[in-house]
Nanobody, 126 residues
């Protein structure tokens, strides 16, 4: 399993932007990767995921058009650019990864991923 570490969280006002980073401890280019988030009192939900090479992405409806997931395999790093943030985006953001040798693509379900980071807090005030 990969060791994953998120960074880039913080507090912003509604309409602001943040960029999260997730660094893997070793070669991650063979892994499908994803961002999840969890608000207080709510279940963790998938936000975005990206294929090994970055050519395929999936987003939750709630973030489409505002968030962009990308990755730089030379740096073993995945990013989440978050624009036009809303108070409902507040929560702990986690990155996740799973080896993907091909076949059916993972999506935005927790059970699909085997490596997880510790999370980074994002707070959006109105």
């Amino acid at each position: 399993q990969l060791q994953l570490m998120e960074s880039g969280g913080g507090s912003v006002q509604a309409g602001g932007s943040l960029r999260l980073s997730c660094v893997a401890s070793s070669y991650s280019a063979t892994n499908y990767m994803a961002w999840f988030r969890q608000a207080t009192g709510r279940e963790r939900e998938g936000v975005a995921c990206i294929s090994n090479g970055g050519g395929s992405t999936t987003y939750a409806d709630s973030v489409k058009g505002r968030f962009t997931v990308s990755r730089d395999n030379s740096r073993n790093t995945m990013y989440l650019q978050m624009n036009n943030l809303k108070p409902e985006d507040t929560g702990i953001y986690y990155c996740a990864a799973v080896p993907w040798p091909g076949g059916e693509r993972p999506s935005l379900y927790e059970y699909e991923y085997t490596s997880w980071g510790q999370g980074t807090q994002v707070t959006v005030s109105s």
